[in-house]
T-cell receptor, first 114, second 110 residues
Framework: NAGVTQTPKFQVLKTGQSMTLQCAQD?????MSWYRQDPGMGLRLIHY???????DQGEVPNGYNVSRSTTEDFPLRLLSAAPSQTSVYFC?????????????FGSGTQLSVL | QKEVEQDPGPLSVPEGAIVSLNCTYS??????FMWYRQYSRKGPELLMY????GNKEDGRFTAQVDKSSKYISLFIRDSQPSDSATYLC??????????FGAGTTVTVRA
């Protein structure tokens, strides 16, 4: 059972470049989310989805786009990368997103924007 | 201001000591309180969760919530080097957004 799989593990971009961070889960979870983790700031929610075709903004959505065409996949797109988006990105999922559910995290993508 | 505040430490203790970790939160609507553990270069994993006020014990770990003071605590008894990690507190109300503290990095010295 793979759980939550994120690719790539590391990425270096130049300012203005675009890229997509991939996230896939094989647990049939309806709820998926993206967080960024920065020193001293903890994990901050970027976007989340409660099912295929449904997405919503989190705490820090600017500069990021998401879509959810299937239950399994929840890609995060950076349209025009900026140095402020240098961070570690985590994808997380749970069965339905209810309050008492455990979030399963991927192993993260370390992104540097030069 | 973040909804959940946590002292980032770092915290270094000798093996066998009690580790005490604390967070405060500002949103009175928060009902669920969690502690996640994150090893270096890994994603966080749920350690414990509690609902509303009270204590919850799981082996060497005890989580406490005091809603009157908006205070969350995690205690680790008989700490082991394998407990060395970053510990993140988290809280949520009745929506889909989980708010995390900054995380406290703990090192247990053998």
């Amino acid at each position: 059972n793979a759980g939550v799989t994120q690719t790539p593990k590391f990425q270096v971009l130049k300012t203005g470049q675009s890229m997509t961070l991939q996230c896939a889960q094989d647990m049939n979870h309806e709820y998926m989310s993206w967080y960024r983790q920065d020193p001293g700031m903890g994990l901050r929610l970027i976007h989340y989805s409660v099912g295929a075709g449904i997405t919503d903004q989190g705490e820090v959505p600017n500069g990021y786009n998401v879509s959810r065409s299937t239950t399994e996949d929840f890609p995060l797109r950076l349209l025009s990368a900026a140095p402020s988006q240098t961070s570690v990105y985590f994808c997380a999922s749970s069965y339905s997103g209810q309050m008492n559910e455990k979030l399963f995290f991927g192993s993260g993508t370390q992104l540097s924007v030069l | 201001q973040k909804e959940v505040e946590q002292d980032p430490g770092p915290l270094s203790v000798p093996e066998g000591a009690i580790v005490s970790l604390n967070c405060t939160y500002s949103n009175s609507a928060f009902q669920y309180f969690m502690w996640y553990r994150q090893y270096s270069r890994k994603g966080p994993e749920l350690l414990m969760y509690t609902y509303s006020s009270g204590n919850k014990e799981d082996g060497r770990f005890t989580a406490q919530v005091d809603k009157s003071s908006k205070y969350i605590s995690l205690f680790i008894r008989d700490s082991q080097p394998s407990d060395s990690a970053t510990y993140l507190c988290a809280s949520r109300s009745n929506d889909y957004k989980l708010s995390f503290g900054a995380g406290t990095t703990v090192t247990v010295r053998a």
